[in-house]
């Protein structure tokens, strides 16, 4: 079993930046591939941005692409996502999710993620 819990989100005007924080516990964190997504009202989970367990490849949705950026620290079990110029669009909650398993180009899939956060809110005021 993996708990991941979320912090860093808030609200912030648009042009603006946050930074999200998500914290494992219950399996080693260096053998885990993470990931990002948000959920808007009325609209279906999507993907953001994922990590491969060594910190090598990093993936982005192409929405975000160039404004955000992921990040790992496996001393401290924590996946970063640092966002900014953020845009009114990128209101949603956002998720953290861990899967145990090499993404072989299911990174952006909900399904291949084991585990997930409770989630924490971002809303852009425009």
């Known amino acids: 079993q993996v708990q991941l819990v979320e912090s860093g989100g808030g609200l912030v005007q648009a042009g603006g930046s946050l930074r999200l924080s998500c914290t494992a516990s219950g399996r080693t964190f260096s053998t885990l591939t993470m990931g990002w997504f948000r959920q808007a009202p009325g609209k279906e989970r999507e993907f953001v941005s994922g990590i491969s367990w060594n910190g090598i490849s990093t993936y982005y949705a192409d929405s975000v692409k160039g404004r955000f950026t992921i990040s790992r620290d496996d001393a401290k079990n924590t996946v970063y996502l640092q966002m900014n110029s953020l845009k009114a669009e990128d209101t949603a909650v956002y998720y953290c999710?861990?899967?145990?398993?090499?993404?072989?180009?299911?990174?952006?899939?909900?399904?291949?993620?084991?585990?997930w956060g409770q989630g924490t809110q971002v809303t852009v005021s425009s």
């Open positions: 999710a861990a899967a145990p398993t090499p993404p072989a180009g299911r990174h952006y899939r909900p399904d291949y993620y084991e585990y």
